[in-house]
Nanobody, 132 residues
């Protein structure tokens, strides 16, 4: 059973940058596609970014495209999310996810539309709070 642990959240001001980390243990993380999702108060969890198991392919939600960047280091069993030019509406609990996916771009589209129960592993979340 793989465990995902996020870190790096915090209180930031509009325009600031932040880097979230997610480290996996107890499984072969390097064979899983990975993604970041977020849930704001009173809203449903939404997709933010995904990356293929190889790290070659990435896909972003329109709301964060050009501001957020996802990367992974399979040697460290980790996936990262760099958040730039933060806005108050980016305030949310950010969750790391791992799911068995073929390598490539198209599988990430499915990840973006995946239901919670189809994700193999979830982290516990890390809170990002932005202020204006």
């Amino acid at each position: 059973q793989m465990r995902l642990v996020e870190s790096g959240g915090g209180l930031v001001q509009a325009g600031d940058s932040l880097r979230l980390s997610c480290t996996a243990s107890g499984g072969t993380f390097g064979t899983y596609g990975a993604g970041w999702f977020r849930q704001a108060p009173g809203k449903e969890r939404e997709f933010v970014a995904g990356i293929s198991w190889s790290g070659v392919y990435a896909f972003y939600a329109d709301s964060v495209k050009g501001r957020f960047f996802i990367a992974r280091d399979n040697a460290k069993n980790s996936v990262y999310l760099e958040l730039n030019t933060l806005k108050p509406e980016d305030t949310a609990n950010y969750y790391c996810a791992a799911v068995k996916l073929p390598d490539g771009q198209e599988p990430l589209y499915a990840l973006a539309n995946a239901k919670d129960e189809t994700i193999d592993y979830w982290g516990q979340g890390t809170q990002v709070t932005g202020s204006s």
